[in-house]
């Protein structure tokens, strides 16, 4: 079974469908959604409607689908550019969409599928915490209890792994940097040579992967991110898809939504 793994879309309609198409040449069987459809990008309806269509196998709730589901009283502490974005985008979406972003669970096990998926991490899914480093890995290694756990939230995509005890190493949970982009801050990114990480799976291993984002990628590189899990092949690939930035953009300033929101898409920040 090949599942393709989705995050953070946020609105971003012309990086979705350069990732459907992807999903299309990969013979995707079924869908995991990481949550965050909505919010920040122009397009959160038509994102709705094509997440909804697809053969879901498990799907949780992100931070901005919460504030998009919900009355509007849990909007006080925004700032005011923020509040005028969450109520933009609920004015687009229908009663039966909020309904179905309500009604997403925090967490969820897949039957079948040994993975479990989270937007934020598995320790406090509801204080929508970040997973930056093996310190962050290690409070959610305590409550993952599959091999796999896929998470999103921070747009950034960095890979942890949690060896056997059998294998008594001084480190028992490390990062995986061969999940993150190979390029570094000093070399000079030429994006041709790159467009998919993989990662084996060892028996007796857990696996903590952030996957990146669709629709708004803050780690330099501004093309979609998603992954792929192999169950068979016991393997996750991580792609990267181009998409029509510039059209996303003219999206943003014709609906009238923050100009920075714009900016940041060309330059994956
Ligand atoms: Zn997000």
Redesign the pocket.
């Known amino acids: 079974m090949r599942y393709a793994i989705l995050s ?1 879309i ?1 609105g971003n309609l012309e990086a979705l469908t350069a990732v459907m198409e992807k999903c299309r040449d990969l013979e995707i069987d079924k869908y995991i959604f990481l949550g ?1 459809v909505v ?1 920040y990008n122009g397009n959160p309806k038509e994102c709705m409607d094509i997440i909804r269509s697809l053969d879901i196998a498990g799907a949780v709730k ?1 931070n ?1 689908d919460e504030y998009a589901a919900n009355n509007d009283d849990v909007l006080e502490s925004f700032n005011p550019h923020a509040k005028a974005a969450v109520l933009w985008t609920k004015s687009q979406l229908s009663l039966d969409d909020r309904a179905w972003l309500t009604n997403l669970p925090m967490r969820q096990t897949i039957k079948g599928a040994f993975v479990t998926i989270v937007h934020s991490t598995l320790d406090s899914p509801e204080a929508w915490g970040y997973i930056f480093d093996e310190h962050h890995a290690a409070d959610n290694f305590a409550y993952q209890f599959t091999q796999l756990c896929f998470c ?2 921070s ?1 950034v995509p960095v890979g942890f792994c949690k060896k056997p005890i059998a294998a008594q190493a001084t480190r028992q949970i490390e990062e995986l940097r061969a999940w993150t982009d190979p390029a570094t801050p000093e070399m000079p990114r030429d994006f041709s040579v790159f467009d998919s990480v993989s990662v084996d799976l060892q028996t007796g291993y857990k696996y903590l992967l952030n996957v990146g ?1 669709i629709g ?1 990628p803050r780690n330099k590189d501004p093309r979609a991110s998603f992954a792929v899990y192999d169950s068979n092949d016991k393997n996750v690939t991580r792609y990267r898809v181009p998409y029509d930035i510039a059209a996303t953009q003219a999206r943003i300033r014709e609906v009238g939504l923050p100009e920075r929101l714009a900016e940041r898409l060309a330059t994956g920040s």
Do not use: I, T, V, Y
């Open positions: 953070d946020h965050d919010g992100g901005h999103g939230h747009h984002s708004q």
